[in-house]
């Protein structure tokens, strides 16, 4: 089975903090996501890769910036992490083409004070 | 018209009953279209792709009518473990490599 694994399950962080988050992929998918999860909001698409060093912005890319330099590795950083920024995180990787869906990491819940 | 529009439920059903939830899209160049279930506080898996000719799996049966821009999951015999969030999602656009649109998810409760 595909593994997605985020690096913190529970994270807290103070207003105007740098913030990373970790996503790691254990079967060679070329693409990977980041989306954040809110009440009533649904899942919105902040960033995506298809390959190593390649990004492209998602729905709601403001505050956020992303770094892929590993095939397997895909981390999410908030540049000045601000209240309006707590939310559930979830990254993704799928395969080329998407055809087979995506596999989620459990998720990194943030909350920023 | 949203990309992936849901009735949010919630469906409150009993144990063995048969539940419909229903999906459109707004992009006939979508290609690719999913089920996925979420439970509480967890990550969405997927549940099952929908095929054109529709499919089957146990008892969940997924259709797609691309003319309407539907999809539909039907779940037959509800069991308790079945409630969870049921989230349809479609590729944003034609062609392969476009990210996912997942629709806000219909809730059902299966009630003993």
């Known amino acids: 089975d595909v593994k997605v694994t985020q690096s913190s399950r529970y994270?807290?962080?103070?207003?105007?903090?740098k913030v990373f988050l970790e996503c790691v992929q254990d079967m060679d998918h070329e693409?990977?996501?980041?989306?954040?999860?809110?009440?009533?909001l649904g899942l919105r698409l902040i960033y995506f890769s298809y390959d190593v060093k390649m990004k492209?912005?998602?729905?709601?890319?403001?505050?956020?910036?992303v770094s892929r330099e590993k095939k397997e590795r895909f981390s999410l950083i908030l540049e000045s992490a601000s209240t309006n920024q707590t939310s559930m995180y979830l990254c993704a990787s799928s395969l080329t083409g998407g055809v087979y869906g995506y596999t989620f990491g459990s998720g990194t819940r943030l909350t920023v004070v | 018209r949203k990309e992936v529009e849901q009735d949010p439920g919630p469906f409150n059903v009993p144990e063995g009953a048969t539940v419909a939830f229903n999906c459109t899209y707004s992009n006939s160049a979508s290609q690719s279209f999913f089920?996925?279930?979420q439970d509480c506080r967890k990550e969405p898996k997927l549940l099952m792709s929908v095929y054109s000719s529709g499919n089957e799996d146990g008892r969940f049966t997924a259709q797609l009518n691309r003319a309407s821009q539907y999809i539909s999951l039907l779940i037959r015999d509800s069991k308790l473990s079945d409630s969870a969030t049921y989230l349809c999602v479609v590729n944003r656009k034609g062609g392969g490599n476009t990210p996912l649109v997942f629709g806000?998810?219909?809730?059902?409760?299966?009630i003993a």
Do not use: A, H
């Open chain 2, 104 to 110: 806000k998810g219909t809730r059902l409760s299966v």
């Open chain 2, 35 to 37: 089920w996925y279930r």
């Open chain 1, 56 to 65: 492209e912005k998602g729905d709601i890319p403001e505050g956020y910036s």
């Open chain 1, 11 to 17: 994270l807290v962080k103070r207003t105007g903090e």
């Open chain 1, 31 to 40: 693409n990977m996501f980041w989306y954040r999860q809110d009440p009533g």
